[in-house]
């Protein structure tokens, strides 16, 4: 059985910072790439940011690109996105991904003053 597990999101002022952790497991998550994705209300779910499997290879969303950073930890089969000069606009759901097909439940970000 795949499980992620996100956790870390919360209530946030602009320009704070927060940091998502996904663990997972039920699968070989070594070998596995991995994304964070995001849904805002009444928008639709967008990629956030991708790592390889060995953490060689990150990609951002232009949106995001300079604030956010994808990590991992493959001895703790974890997933991290530290997130850094947060705006009104990066409020949304936040979910880890994996191989692109498994999710996790999502964790609420908000950003508001």
């Known amino acids: 059985q795949v499980q992620l597990v996100e956790s870390g999101g919360g209530l946030v002022q602009p320009g704070g910072s927060l940091k998502l952790s996904c663990a997972a497991s039920?699968?070989?998550?070594?070998?596995?790439?991995m994304s964070w994705h995001r849904q805002a209300p009444g928008k639709e779910r967008e990629s956030v940011a991708v790592?390889?499997?060995?953490?060689?290879?990150?990609s951002y969303a232009d949106s995001v690109k300079g604030r956010f950073t994808i990590s991992r930890d493959n001895g703790k089969n974890t997933v991290y996105l530290q997130m850094n000069s947060l705006k009104p606009e990066d409020t949304a759901v936040y979910y880890c991904n994996a191989r692109l097909r498994y999710w996790g439940q999502g964790t609420q970000v908000t950003v508001s003053s």
């Open positions: 790592i390889s499997s060995g953490g060689g290879s990150t």
């Open positions: 039920g699968f070989t998550f070594s070998s596995s790439a």
